[in-house]
């Protein structure tokens, strides 16, 4: 299959396309079978990290695949426990082993865990790993403004991009224009905020019939048409080809307000505010 997908051009040149598949619970060979799939329907982002025990998966997967590594994107995430500078060397080096890789495309740094205060050590472990050839791009997750200007202060090296929670119910509005201003990518993770009641949901049902597109197809593109780059899940074949199928229809100006009426205040998932949660 040969579905057509943008290309999205990072700070340090790196190109992605314009939507990947997470993989978060795609685990052993009912996972490598589903990222095989998503490959075959066209995904060439594919975002892992070490915390989701699938590093290997993701690397069978690939070796499955009649496609060539040098045309996949392959993300990781290093945990917070391993955000020491020495740690976090081991961790990328243990995450290329567990997938069999010898390069990431892209690798983040998870959680910023302010309260721990390691994250610039990890930051320049992640510089020197890609010095050294293991990692293209370097970025992170979760970091707000005050985080993001710290690893450029202290280390001249902004992140390529932000993985942040995105969705309609949490729109991210500043952090997206900060972002911008930067010049940093933003990521949408969880982008369908994990499918429950925003599929429900009759604005974004009422904006579906009138393109006559599932509200997945509008959620996904009101993302791309925000400048975000979204990594659905999906374990689904038909739904992975749902997803990436957005790129032949636009949303108006009127109908992006509409969604963007929707965000609110307490619309996180599991209110992990990067403020002050930490994961390790
Ligand atoms: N950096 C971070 O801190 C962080 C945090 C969370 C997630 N992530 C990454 O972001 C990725 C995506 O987030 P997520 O997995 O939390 O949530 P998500 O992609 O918003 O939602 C996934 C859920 O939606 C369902 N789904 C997918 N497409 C659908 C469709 N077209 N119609 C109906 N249901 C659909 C999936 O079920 P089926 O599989 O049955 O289709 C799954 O239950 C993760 O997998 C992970 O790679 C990163």
Known sequence: MNTYIPEITLNDGVTLPAIGLGTY???????AQAIDTAIDTGYRLIDTAYNYENEGTVGEAIRRSSVSRKDLIITSKLPGRYQTYDKAVNAIQESLYRGNLDYYDLYLIHWPNPKQDEYVEAWQALIDAKKWGLIRSIGVCNFLPEHLERLEKETGTKPSLNQIELHPFFNQEDQRIWHAEHDI???SWSPLARASEVLQNETLQGIADHHNKTISQIILRWHHQLGAIPIPKSSSPKRQLEN???????????????????TREDGRINDQDPAVYEEF
Request: proline share 0%; no cysteine; charged share 25%.
């Open 244 to 262: 990436i199928s957005i790129f032949d229809f636009s949303l108006t100006d009127a109908e992006m307000g509409r969604i963007a009426e929707l």
């Open 185 to 187: 990518k933003t990521q």
């Open 25 to 31: 619970k795609l685990n052993g060979n009912a996972g």
